[in-house]
């Protein structure tokens, strides 16, 4: 099966532009996440997607920060104004269930903020 | 809160040496656990997992074994070699208190294994 494709893989932008990141997960996984890692930190949760529906936000570091999934298909996650601390690597992860299934990321987005 | 925490790197190893890297946790309620693995350059790879006590999750020569009453899942490979080298995480999934339940990773340990 086909893994999970996240574009564009490198991504660098002024300060106060916009970016839009997006992301394709496994045909038929319900589950959608979103994860960043800044550089040198953990690797952090922002928000996870059941379908179209948005499950739990309570990563979403600000409202600058806006992620949607069309018809519970693929997602999109947009930074508008981008900010030089939002820099990091975007992972998205799908999974068919909630607990015991580990989730497949795909290979990130490095976003860098000038 | 859930959290994950893991020995600090980065570990240098010469080739074949013994391998372990140390992961503790804590969470709500009976968590699934997991290691991740990075090689340069590359995603996020699930290497094994284990969803309840006593499991011992394998995979291409490491293991890592749930231990609820040391709250550990510690991984190990008998030998190593130069190909895995990669900055290795630890994670759990447990229920966030957000309405979902969420996979918590460790800060991870960058490997270095040198011929």
């Known amino acids: 099966e086909a893994g999970v494709t996240q574009f564009p893989s490198h991504s660098v932008i002024e300060k106060g532009q916009t970016v839009t990141l997006r992301c394709d997960p496994i045909?038929?996984?319900?589950?959608l996440y979103w994860y960043r890692r800044v550089m040198g930190k953990e690797i952090k949760f922002l928000l996870h997607?059941?379908?179209?529906?948005?499950?739990?936000e309570s990563g979403m570091p600000n409202n600058r920060f806006l992620a949607e999934r069309t018809g519970g298909t693929y997602s999109t996650l947009k930074v508008q104004p981008a900010e030089l601390e939002d820099s990091g690597v975007y992972f998205c992860?799908?999974?068919?269930?909630?607990?015991?299934?580990?989730?497949?990321f795909g290979s990130g987005t490095r976003l860098t903020v000038v | 809160g859930n959290s994950v925490t893991q020995m600090e790197g980065p570990v240098t190893l010469s080739e074949e040496a013994f391998l372990t890297i140390n992961c503790t946790y804590t969470?709500?309620?009976?968590?699934?656990l997991f290691w991740y693995v990075q090689y340069p350059g590359e995603g996020l790879q699930l290497l094994l997992k284990a969803t309840k006590a006593d499991d011992k999750g394998s995979n291409k020569g490491f293991e890592a074994t749930y231990r609820k009453e040391t709250t550990s899942f510690h991984l190990e490979k008998g030998s190593v070699q130069v190909s895995d080298s990669a900055v290795y995480f630890c994670?759990?999934?447990?229920?966030?208190?957000?309405?979902?339940?969420?996979?918590?990773f460790g800060k991870g340990t960058k490997l270095s294994v040198i011929p």
């Open positions: 994670a759990l999934i447990a229920y966030s208190g957000a309405g979902s339940y969420q996979l918590t």
């Open positions: 997607f059941v379908k179209e529906s948005k499950q739990d």
């Open positions: 992860a799908s999974s068919p269930g909630l607990l015991n299934y580990g989730y497949t």
């Open positions: 045909s038929g996984h319900d589950n």
């Open positions: 969470a709500t309620g009976y968590p699934s």
